[in-house]
């Protein structure tokens, strides 16, 4: 039996349906609950906050594009990002 993305689920072990750009021109992006990961569309760097965490974590440095955050983020900074990003939705 063949793979069948439309009857997969949305579980967290599945890869998304779909997702947006983020933008931040107009400072820090507070992640929605339903964006299942980040991912960076543009090579760079990135300066985010883990859900669970009480700090940012500084500059990851020098990330390829297609990389996929570990880690899932209540907000992701404007200042330090350098990073093209979007989302991961369900």
């Known amino acids: 039996m063949a793979y069948d993305r439309k009857i997969a689920g949305s579980g967290p072990q599945t890869l998304g349906f779909g997702g947006a750009a983020i933008d931040l021109t107009g400072g820090d992006y507070a992640v929605p609950d339903r964006v299942k990961a980040i991912v960076l569309i543009g090579e760079g760097d990135v300066v985010f906050r883990p859900v669970n965490g009480t700090e940012d974590i500084a500059i990851i440095g020098g990330l390829p594009a297609g990389y996929v955050l570990p880690w899932h983020c209540s907000h992701i900074r404007a ?5 093209v990003l979007a989302t991961v939705e369900g």
Do not use: K, M, Y
């Not at 200042?79 to 990073?83: E, L, M, W």
């Open 79 to 83: 200042a330090g990002t350098t990073a």
